[in-house]
């Protein structure tokens, strides 16, 4: 639609739709903050969050269902607040699919091309609907009805329709929730596959950590309302800026404390009974914090002699994992923290049983020094 | 229990049988059998009075009935977006309305329409252009079909309503996802999942015209439909052909009845 009037200047690297300040009040409710973000063209974004972060208000002020209360939405450079839905380049998976019950498949997957003015012959609205069976891998099934299907068959459908309009972006509201564990780690893999093959952007809503780290090319992550990291899902694992997005994703171990030395690169931190754990600090951070010290546990080596900095620990539980053992240990100060410890490792050290006592070690600049929101 | 529920469907409807039963009869008497003759339909179905009736009914329920289901769906439409205190008014009105005696809508009808003509009246007669005497406002097919269609009007709103409570909000926001213009989406997606709704409560309104006596003794002026043509030939004596008539009325009503519970029952599992 406005993508015509727009001028062939537009690189690559605009971002395809942009939130400013978005934000979204219902009476005293605040369902989002000051949303700010650039969505890149042909990326696969998630919004990852807990129930009521404000994840399907970001994506229904994209789409158009939503009026922000203040700031803007930007869809390739220009300003949509008082666009429509059904004037936006935008198509949406709805959580339940929302496929018209009235209507066979074919005649939904057509939908959004009969609605365009002028209205494309049927031959043609017949070939791309084909093509769009074809790529959700359900050819034939054109004139079957909604409820002749399965849940992943639905949920194929809804796909079908909305890229058959092949639109800029594509909104994905949870689309896997009502689908089984199999089915979905399938439909997954195959929503993955499809979003390569098309280039179409993709926004999913989720609020599953695995779905959005294993699909996704960045993620957003949201609480309350607010945007607390963007970042690839190595950024955020490997570097998050607080406690809150270490503990989304991923597992980790949180030690609290308060930051006692503030160097180049090196933080520490006060723990409990007067140990020290010293790291880096991704954000800025002053001397007496309150903060909390974050240390994957693959990040920790267990071994029964002492070498350099450790901590004597007596084994609780283990948890074999095929390439990896979990154990549980346990440090009188620090209390209980979680060590995978690789197959190959273990082959060197020897496996270690409940009720061992052991020394757990980890590298210096190994731990993230967190500010606590 | 049991014995007093079965009391109470005998009381009901024996008399409903009886009058089917006598219906059929072969002689002419209503309260003794003499074998089984179609002859009084017959003689109905001949008889000019019943005709006229029998037309002015159909006519009346139909009329009414497009009327109360164009005016009751838009109504219902309308109301969606109606919110808070103003909605519940708008809903304790609308039940209110249905729950009315229809004796008490007959006598309110008639005294506001007959006040309201006898006020207008004179006005058309002062400003009517024509030579020849201005047309004068009576009660007759328009009083009774505005009044048919206003009460039904109500079981439309309710039916149509309840219909659109059960419809998915997200099919709609998937129209208008899919581009589709507000109208484009009532067309396409809105009517097809109310039109059960829809098609119900024209149903019930016409057949809740086509029965009506009261409020039409009320309000029908010189006309007669076929319940107040059936209600004055009884003070001459019950006839088998009075029974024909009300046997084919009934017939009638109940298959509308048992249409529209099935549009229903059928609109609720595809919908
Ligand atoms: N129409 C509305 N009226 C009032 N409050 C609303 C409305 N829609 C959302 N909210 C509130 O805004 C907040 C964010 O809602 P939103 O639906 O965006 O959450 P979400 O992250 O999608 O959650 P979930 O994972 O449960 O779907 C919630 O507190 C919710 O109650
Ligand atoms: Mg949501």
Redesign the interface.
């Given at each position: 639609m406005e993508s015509n009037l727009k001028p062939f200047s537009e690189t690559q690297a605009a971002p395809i739709a942009e939130l400013r300040g978005a934000s979204k009040h219902y009476g005293a409710v605040v369902a989002a903050e000051g949303l700010n973000l650039a969505i890149r063209r042909g990326e696969f974004l998630s919004f990852l969050g807990p129930s009521g972060c404000g994840k399907t208000t970001a994506l229904r002020m994209l789409?158009?269902?939503e009026t922000p209360t203040s700031g803007d939405i930007l869809l390739d450079g220009q300003r949509v607040n008082d666009v429509?839905?059904?004037?936006r380049p935008?198509?949406?998976v709805?959580q339940?699919y929302?496929?018209?019950?009235?209507l066979t498949v074919a005649q939904n997957i057509g939908?959004?091309l009969r609605?365009?003015r002028p209205r494309p012959p049927e031959t043609e609205i017949a070939r791309a609907v084909d093509q769009a069976l074809e790529t959700v891998r359900m050819p034939g099934f054109g004139p079957r009805r909604i409820?002749e299907m399965s849940g992943g068959q639905q949920q194929r459908v809804a796909l079908a329709?909305a890229i058959v309009?092949q639109p800029k972006l594509l909104l994905l509201d949870e689309p896997m929730a009502a689908l089984d564990k199999k089915l979905r780690r399938e439909m997954q893999i195959e929503l993955q596959t499809l979003q390569r093959q098309l280039g179409i952007t993709f926004i999913l809503v989720t609020h599953d950590q695995e779905e959005a780290l294993s699909m996704s090319d960045r993620i957003c992550i949201m609480r309350g309302g607010r945007i607390v990291q963007v970042g690839s899902p190595r950024e955020l694992y490997d570097r998050p800026t607080t406690r809150y997005v270490a503990d989304f994703v991923g597992k980790s171990n949180f030690f609290a404390g308060k930051v006692t030395k503030v160097a180049a690169g090196r933080t520490e931190l006060a723990v409990a009974a007067g140990r020290q754990i010293a790291g880096v600090a991704p954000v800025d951070i002053a001397v007496g914090q309150t903060a909390t010290a974050s240390l994957r546990p693959e990040q920790i080596a267990l071994s029964r002699e002492t070498a350099g900095q450790t901590v004597p620990v007596e084994v609780i539980n283990r948890i074999f994992l095929g390439e990896h053992t979990e154990y549980l240990v346990r440090n009188i100060d620090l209390g209980d923290f979680l060590v995978l410890v690789s197959r190959q490792a273990e082959a060197s050290e020897g496996g270690f049983e409940p009720g061992d006592q052991a020394f757990a070690s980890w590298t210096d600049g190994a731990a993230l020094i967190l500010s606590d929101d | 229990m049991r014995i007093y529920a079965l009391a109470v469907y005998l009381f009901l409807y024996i008399p409903i049988g009886i009058i089917a039963l006598f219906s059929f009869n072969a002689g002419r008497h209503a309260s003794q059998f003499q074998g089984f003759s179609t002859q009084w339909y017959g003689k109905a179905l001949s008889n000019p009075f019943v005709m006229d009736a029998l037309t002015t009914s159909l006519t009346v329920a139909l009329s009414s009935a497009v009327l109360a289901t164009l005016f009751g769906t838009m109504a219902a439409m309308a109301l969606q977006s109606v919110r808070g205190r103003l909605r519940l008014a708008f809903d304790a009105l609308i039940y209110i309305a249905v729950m009315v005696p229809g004796i008490v809508i007959g006598i309110a009808t008639l005294i506001a329409l007959v006040t309201v003509f006898d006020w207008l009246n004179p006005i058309l007669a002062a400003i009517w252009p024509l030579a020849d005497a201005a047309p004068k406002l009576t009660l007759g097919y328009g009083s009774l079909i505005a009044a048919h269609g206003l009460f039904a009007m109500a079981l439309v709103i309710i039916i149509v309503r309840a219909r659109m409570a059960g419809m998915d909000r997200s099919l709609i926001e998937a129209s208008a996802d899919l581009g589709a213009t507000p109208w484009g989406t009532f067309r396409q997606v809105t009517l097809p999942q109310i039109f059960p709704g829809i098609l119900a409560g024209f149903l019930l309104a016409f057949t809740f015209s086509f029965d009506d006596f009261i409020i039409a003794f009320f309000v029908a002026g010189s006309q007669t439909t076929l319940p107040i043509y059936v209600f004055s030939s009884i003070r001459r004596g019950v006839t088998p052909e009075i029974n024909a008539i009300g046997t084919m009325v009934l017939g009638v009503s109940l298959l509308l009845l048992v249409a529209a519970q099935a549009i229903l029952q059928r609109g609720r599992k595809a919908g």
């Open positions: 789409a158009g269902f429509p839905p059904h004037q935008v198509n949406m709805f339940h929302a496929l018209f019950p009235h939908y959004g609605q365009r409820w329709r309009n | -």
